[in-house]
């Protein structure tokens, strides 16, 4: 007979999970995602990312509740004042609160960043994985397509699509996953070609399976954990990225409290008031190394090599 688990017995949940023989698909996936718990959770650097990113995330979602001043109120006698108790991370050449506008910041470069991953890595897991089943012509002309656009600097190529586009936080968004894709699909299709002569897989095509199923139902879910790998890895030149397009102002536009924007007018007080241009780039430095950490951690995690 069947056993199931029994969570309200910790014991008993902890025997189904190290059951050496698991009795049911659904033991045995519960079983293979708490052994990638138990690695993540013995990866120092990758649990330092991710903590450091909750951080992060929380003090986004709270910015109304914990920011003291508004992020857009103008206080003309309060310029350019250091660190203080009153103003724990000083005030900018209009009189704002630094900690205030860096809080509500944060909102924008997460929001640029996930909403970026969220388009490049379906984009690029579709490509790739099209690309390296059919091969042949359809392999050449989107393998040629993928090389045109990485052939360019990703940053120069994301400032031509915005500078295009125009101005302004959704603008970016696009240009930046334009210029971000490009890599997922190689990594995709990479992938795709060690899969593709698989036995299960051409267990499937004689079945008379169509190719669109076949490549959502068995190809892409073996792509995926490298793609996750590889869009965590890259949120750090996307949000680079995106402060790049900010400082230069064809990102978010004044008086939104985006980091690269913020950056960009702290540069005129770089010398005299160095906390207007330090603070927003030690964010951008510390949110753009959790990801990298998170994304070492991640890559270990969930190599197939590790089991």
Same mark, same amino acid.
């Given at each position: 007979?069947?056993?199931?688990?029994?969570?309200?017995?910790?014991?008993?949940?902890?025997?189904?999970?190290?059951?050496?023989?698991?009795?049911?698909?659904?033991?045995?996936?519960?079983?293979?995602?708490?052994?990638? =718990?138990?690695?993540?959770?013995?990866?120092?650097?990758?649990?330092?990312?991710?903590?450091?990113?909750? =951080?992060?995330?929380? *003090?986004?979602?709270?910015?109304?509740?914990?920011?003291?001043?508004?992020?857009?109120?103008?206080?003309?006698?309060?310029? #350019?004042?250091?660190?203080?108790?009153?103003?724990?991370?000083?005030?900018?050449?209009?009189?704002?609160?630094?900690?205030?506008?860096?809080?509500?910041?944060?909102?924008? @470069?997460?929001?640029?960043?996930?909403?970026?991953?969220?388009?490049?890595?379906?984009?690029? #897991?579709?490509?790739?994985?099209?690309?390296?089943?059919?091969?042949?012509?359809?392999?050449?002309?989107?393998?040629?397509?993928?090389?045109?656009?990485?052939?360019?600097?990703?940053? %120069?190529?994301?400032?031509?699509?915005?500078?295009?586009?125009?101005?302004?936080?959704? +603008?970016?968004? !696009?240009?930046?996953?334009?210029? *971000?894709?490009?890599?997922?699909?190689?990594?995709?299709?990479?992938?795709?070609?060690?899969?593709?002569?698989?036995?299960?897989?051409?267990?499937?095509?004689?079945?008379?399976?169509?190719?669109?199923?076949? %490549?959502?139902?068995?190809?892409?879910?073996?792509?995926?954990?490298?793609?996750?790998?590889?869009?965590?890895? +890259?949120?750090?030149? !996307?949000?680079?990225?995106?402060?790049?397009?900010?400082?230069?102002?064809?990102?978010?536009? &004044?008086?939104?409290?985006?980091?690269?924007?913020?950056?960009?007018?702290?540069?005129?007080?770089?010398? @005299?008031?160095?906390?207007? *241009?330090? %603070? &927003?780039?030690?964010?951008?430095? %510390?949110?753009?190394?959790?990801?990298?950490?998170?994304?070492?951690?991640?890559?270990?995690?969930?190599? &197939?090599?590790?089991?």
């Amino acid at each position: 007979m069947t056993s199931t688990p029994d969570t309200s017995n910790p014991t008993g949940l902890r025997a189904w999970l190290h059951a050496p023989v698991p009795q049911t698909a659904r033991q045995a996936r519960a079983q293979h995602i708490w052994r990638k =718990i138990k690695q993540m959770l013995a990866n120092p650097s990758g649990m330092i990312g991710l903590g450091v990113l909750l =951080i992060i995330i929380m *003090a986004a979602l709270l910015a109304p509740m914990i920011a003291p001043y508004s992020p857009f109120s103008q206080n003309l006698q309060a310029r #350019l004042l250091p660190p203080s108790a009153a103003h724990w991370l000083g005030t900018d050449e209009l009189g704002r609160d630094v900690l205030s506008r860096l809080l509500y910041g944060s909102r924008i @470069t997460l929001y640029m960043a996930f909403l970026t991953a969220a388009i490049v890595g379906p984009v690029g #897991l579709i490509i790739g994985t099209v690309s390296g089943y059919f091969g042949g012509l359809v392999d050449t002309v989107l393998m040629r397509v993928v090389d045109l656009f990485m052939a360019f600097p990703s940053l %120069i190529l994301a400032m031509a699509f915005s500078a295009a586009l125009g101005p302004g936080i959704e +603008n970016a968004v !696009i240009a930046i996953s334009l210029a *971000a894709w490009p890599p997922i699909a190689r990594l995709a299709r990479a992938e795709t070609l060690m899969i593709r002569n698989s036995d299960y897989v051409a267990a499937v095509r004689l079945q008379a399976t169509p190719a669109w199923r076949i %490549i959502i139902g068995h190809i892409a879910p073996m792509c995926i954990p490298s793609v996750i790998v590889r869009v965590t890895l +890259n949120m750090a030149a !996307i949000i680079l990225t995106a402060a790049g397009l900010g400082f230069l102002g064809l990102g978010a536009q &004044p008086p939104s409290p985006e980091w690269g924007a913020m950056l960009s007018v702290g540069r005129d007080f770089m010398f @005299t008031h160095w906390w207007i *241009a330090a %603070i &927003p780039g030690c964010a951008i430095l %510390i949110t753009s190394l959790a990801f990298n950490l998170l994304g070492d951690g991640l890559r270990d995690v969930l190599d &197939p090599r590790n089991v």
